[in-house]
């Protein structure tokens, strides 16, 4: 059977897709809740394969995009207001009226969501008065199990209920907290040695043996976005010379420039897997309902992925077969199947399964390829920088240049479709996608690479791509600009600044500009993480925070610059974009402001349209156009 077509025939020439996995019921692999296109914004849906028909179970005006499915077949969803706050509703699969999910949660922002196949449940909220756990069931009243000045989100709650999985910074002496549901500090593993990530507990039947149980601790490391909620599955027989009931955290742990595989249970502690390691960050989600403990785990090394399976009863690691490309998301399903998301340059992402099902949400746009692609890698101080280039295929070399510069900085370019990326193609610029220091997908060391400093180590990997790709004749001198969001926004403002005579034009989108005023309006989790950045706070260093602020350098720009700015930005705020103005108007820098009535990530495809036909537009009279083809392009349209 197919997926259901958007349930909206509205003509409009644009769509959205979040490259995120459906949700499967955890009793019925049929039932999945997904987040799909509705009239260019994003809503929640619901589909079943056995009969293959979905619904749209959303209709807001911002959009929607948070959502799970309990064990009895109620859909999840966050109710967010434009500036991202909330609280989380619910609503029956088969419909009816939504309800709120769990009253006596303070209205806030998500951090977390923990649901059982007994119906205990778990929210993670952050409000003003920092970050808080309430424990209750569906339709009933939370209980307050932690609350907390201090940065963290829930990662998980162990089947029976019982135990509670809380993350903190990965760097941090509590960068995972055990707890009991009355609040009680179970355990907590410190990760200021070697980072440590929770993953999730293992569902109810899934545990080690006691051989495995005594190994001793391995060299091991581990990153990569923690998982959902582990789905728990009706009970199966025990492995041999396990301990049923008890439960089981999958943790990574960071050490010796490797990622380490690990499980922590109650009374043993944690015990890394040294048969289980990985050069470049990995994560790992538990199989559920499975008789003994198995584990999908997902590596990003180099811009693509791969995924392996690890048996952890037979300390066995196999290889799943996917393309070559980028696996965005993984999950094992109830089923024993594997669904992933694969993507790579030209190719739309599409949800997969290893079985052949077919599953929801997959794009109904027809999309034009451009370009050809192939890998740079330019000789750095500490390794070669790996670079995505894209050009024209219409129309000779050299073409106008333009680095689109990631975000992050804890993240990376990916052999992955990118809707910029083919627009800049097809309007004839080629386009370059630096994994500069910093970035994830190289391993630990490269991500720790900050020996220029802050946001200077990663522009100078710019300027150094940018000289090679001259040289190679593939860029043309003149005609080089640069474009990012986010942090990849942030790097943009401070290499127009810092290295004025090399740009030509540039377009940062909700950026980081003033680092000292970001950090007085930022939240706990990011003011954490800036802390561990610059070591220390605006207060306690000022001179780093000065060093790398963009405002800093500002009036030394010389190239036209376009500023996107979002007025409810809590990860970019709207005060230090202000103060970065301040001080281009006071240098008489020229430049362009485009405000958005929006957060740091919407929802809404109209927005983001309009970002890019902005910044097209833009660039287009800062950089001198390549020549036009002679013909039209021979490369049709892919489904």
């Known amino acids: 059977m197919t997926p259901p077509p958007p349930p909206k025939t509205a003509a409009r020439t644009y769509g959205v897709y979040r490259p995120v996995l459906p949700v499967t019921s955890p009793r019925d692999p049929d039932r999945m809740v997904y987040t799909g296109d509705a009239d260019g914004r994003c809503e929640i849906f619901t589909w079943d ?22 064990a009895e077949d109620a859909v999840w969803w966050f109710d967010e207001d434009p500036g991202g706050s909330g609280a989380w509703r619910t609503q029956d699969f ?26 205990t449940v778990a929210v993670g909220i952050r409000d003003p008065e920092g970050f808080s756990v309430h424990l209750g069931r569906r339709g009933g009243t939370g209980v307050p199990v ?49 980072r440590t990530w929770a993953l999730g507990f293992a569902p109810a039947a899934a545990s080690l043996p006691e051989a495995e149980a005594g190994t001793a601790p391995a060299s091991s490391s581990a990153t990569g976005p923690a998982p959902g909620p582990s789905a728990t599955a009706p009970p199966s027989p025990p492995a041999p010379g396990s301990s049923p009931g008890r439960p089981l955290l999958l943790v990574m742990r960071e050490r010796d420039g490797r990622y380490h595989l690990g499980t922590w249970a109650p009374g043993r502690g944690l015990d890394l897997l040294p048969w289980c390691a990985f050069d470049t960050e990995t994560t790992a989600r538990w199989y559920p309902g499975t008789g003994r403990p198995r584990v999908l785990l997902r590596q990003d090394r180099h811009g693509r992925s791969r995924l392996f399976t690890a048996d952890l009863d037979r300390r066995e690691l196999t290889p799943v077969p996917t393309p070559e490309g980028s696996v ?18 030209v190719n739309v992402p599409r949800a997969l399964s290893l079985s052949g099902a077919s599953l929801p949400g997959q794009s109904q746009w027809r999309l034009p390829r451009f370009g050809q692609r192939q890998d740079l890698w330019t000789p750095g101080p500490d ?86 790709l001259i040289e190679r004749g593939i860029g043309r001198e003149g005609a080089v ?18 290295r004025p005579e090399l740009w030509d034009a540039g377009v940062a989108v909700k950026p980081l500009a003033d680092c000292v005023t970001a950090f007085r309006h930022s939240t706990p989790a990011l003011q954490a993480l800036d ?18 602020s963009p405002s800093t350098y500002a009036s030394a720009i010389r190239a036209p610059l376009l500023v996107v700015a979002a007025r409810r930005d809590a990860k970019c705020p709207p005060e230090q974009i202000e103060a970065y103005l301040d001080v281009l108007r006071a240098g008489g820098v020229a430049h362009e402001l485009m405000w958005l009535d929006s957060g740091h990530d919407g929802y809404d495809g109209a927005d983001h349209l309009a970002v890019i036909t902005r910044s097209l537009r833009f660039l287009g009279r800062g950089l001198p156009p390549a020549p036009a083809p002679a013909e039209p392009s021979s490369h049709r349209e892919r489904g």
């Open 328 to 345: 965005l998301d993984a999950v094992p399903a109830a089923d024993g199947d594997v669904h992933f998301l694969w993507t790579d340059a």
């Open 481 to 498: 600009g640069l474009c990012g969001t986010s942090w990849g926004g942030y790097l943009t403002l401070l290499a127009l600044g810092t």
């Open 49 to 70: 394969r056995s009969t293959g028909t979905g619904r749209q179970l959303t209709d807001r005006p911002h959009g929607t995009l948070l959502c799970a499915l309990d």
């Open 94 to 119: 088969d419909g009816g009226p939504d309800r709120p999910a769990l009253a006596g949660v303070p209205y806030g922002r998500p951090a977390g969501l923990a649901l059982t196949e007994a119906g």
């Open 146 to 194: 932690l609350r907390t000045k201090e940065s963290g989100t829930l990662c998980d709650l162990s089947p029976d209920g019982g135990l509670l999985a809380v993350s903190g910074p990965a760097h941090s002496a509590r960068a995972v907290t055990l707890l009991a549901p009355d609040g009680t500090i179970v355990d907590v593993l410190s990760g200021t040695r070697e």
């Open 383 to 468: 390794g070669p920088v790996h670079t995505f280039v894209t050009t024209p295929a219409d129309r000779p070399a050299p073409y106008p240049l333009v680095f689109l510069v990631h975000g992050g900085p804890a993240d990376h370019d990916r052999d992955a479709y990118d809707p910029m990326v083919q627009t800049l193609v097809g309007s004839g610029y080629a386009v370059a996608r630096v994994n500069y220091r910093g970035s994830t997908g190289y391993g630990p060391r490269w991500r720790s690479a900050y020996s220029e400093g802050v946001g200077h180590t990663q522009v100078a990997d710019l300027v150094r791509a940018r000289a090679e």
């Open 531 to 548: 802390t561990a950045l610059f070591g220390g706070t605006p207060d306690e260093v000022p001179e780093a925070y000065a060093h790398a």
